[in-house]
């Protein structure tokens, strides 16, 4: 039979340049974002490297040309690839299972891409990849943890400049539960007065949701704050870069005292892995695991251990009413559980006497 072979890496940059420049679109008609594009182009370098290191042939037959033998060989060929590459980035890269999963998940949409956009008879045989998830622990700060951060004054004033900046980017972001990438696009505009009370409102820069969230007091000081120093200027917080601002919110939970051990486990193939900082044979501290998505984590924590109903946290959040998502961030704080349990023993435990 004649060679029908298609090299597929040539159609995965067409992919990534098409998807970039608009050419193709979410199904909603929007533009894909760049982040997404970003990755897409990750797991094109992660394919280079493995058809490198394997040696491997990485192409497609058109399945609607093949014979019934052929067929079946296409089949054990696409088994083939997922079983090496997925072992590719699990020994070789010492991947866990959701990077694994994100990376099969773009190769089905680019084997999608070619079935529908480009009519090449692929054979479907993408929808045999498994894509693997693990549910990460999240961490969020405890009720005191915010309630510290927020009024403890002495602290604020042992601060360096620097991390007085980041603090209150932080408690804002713990309090407004927008993505971090919103909160560093606050501009003064974004800021209503209506009567006595303020309201901050936002356009989401991932899902281009509205949100508006009435502000306490100490989050109108702080806006108040750096809206005054920063006057004439298009966003009301000092640029810092997300790497920078991770750091920084370490150092601030170290500085608190939050030093305790923590564990940290992710799933390589579903079986769990302790891990351990570089080098040291101890479990990562509490402040070792702080980053800016404790923030957005931490006030949906809080809004529902107060009380809010999940519907409202929702529309505060910008997640939809069947967002899975959503009940990611559900993570009660240790000491509300306890709390919760010890009213229902009180319960279990009362007699009654007739």
């Not at 040539?10 to 533009?31: D, M, Q, Y």
């Not at 493995?50 to 058109?62: A, G, S, W």
């Not at 303020?198 to 991932?206: E, G, M, R, T």
């Not at 967002?323 to 279990?348: C, G, M, P, W």
Request: aromatic share 12%; proline share 3%.
């Amino acid at each position: 039979m004649e060679n029908q072979d298609i090299n597929l890496l040539p159609l995965f940059n067409k992919f990534i340049t098409e998807s970039a420049k608009g050419k193709r679109l979410k199904k909603n008609g929007k533009r894909l974002k760049a982040e997404t594009v970003d990755n897409y182009r990750y797991v094109l370098k992660n394919l280079q490297e493995f058809i490198t290191d394997n040696n491997f042939e990485f192409r497609l037959r058109p399945y609607n040309k093949l014979d019934s033998r052929a067929k079946e060989a296409e089949r054990n060929y696409w088994k083939r690839f997922y079983r090496k590459f997925t072992d590719y980035l699990y020994l070789k890269r010492n991947c866990h299972d959701n990077y694994v999963g994100s990376n099969i998940k773009v190769i089905r949409v680019f084997m999608n891409y070619l079935k529908n956009e480009k009519q090449i008879s692929t054979g479907d045989f993408q929808k045999e990849f498994y894509i693997i998830k693990e549910e990460i622990p999240v961490i969020t700060l405890s009720f005191e943890q915010l309630q510290f951060l927020i009024f403890d004054s002495n602290f604020k004033a042992s601060l360096p400049h620097y991390l007085e900046q980041s603090l209150d980017i932080f408690i804002l972001g713990c309090t407004v539960a927008l993505r971090v990438s919103d909160i560093f696009r606050i501009s003064p505009k974004d800021i209503e007065k209506i009567g006595e009370y303020y309201y901050l409102q936002n356009k989401s820069l991932k899902t281009e949701t509205v949100t508006r969230v009435r502000l306490p007091d100490y989050a109108v000081k702080i806006l108040k704050k750096y809206e005054k120093q920063r006057k004439n200027h298009r966003r009301v917080f000092p640029e810092i870069s997300l790497n920078q601002f991770n750091k920084n919110i370490k150092t601030l939970a170290e500085l608190a005292g939050w030093t305790y051990q923590i564990g940290k486990s992710r799933t390589i193939r579903g079986k769990q892995n302790e891990l351990y900082p570089s080098g040291i044979n101890e479990s990562y501290r509490f402040c070792d695991l702080m980053s800016s998505h404790v923030m957005r984590r931490t006030a949906i924590t809080t809004m529902l251990i107060l009380g809010m109903p999940e519907p409202l946290v929702r529309k505060i959040s910008g997640h939809s009413s069947n967002s899975a998502a959503f009940y990611r961030y559900v993570n009660y704080a240790q000491s509300f559980i306890d709390n919760e349990i010890t009213k229902v023993h009180q319960k279990l435990e009362m007699r009654v006497i007739t």
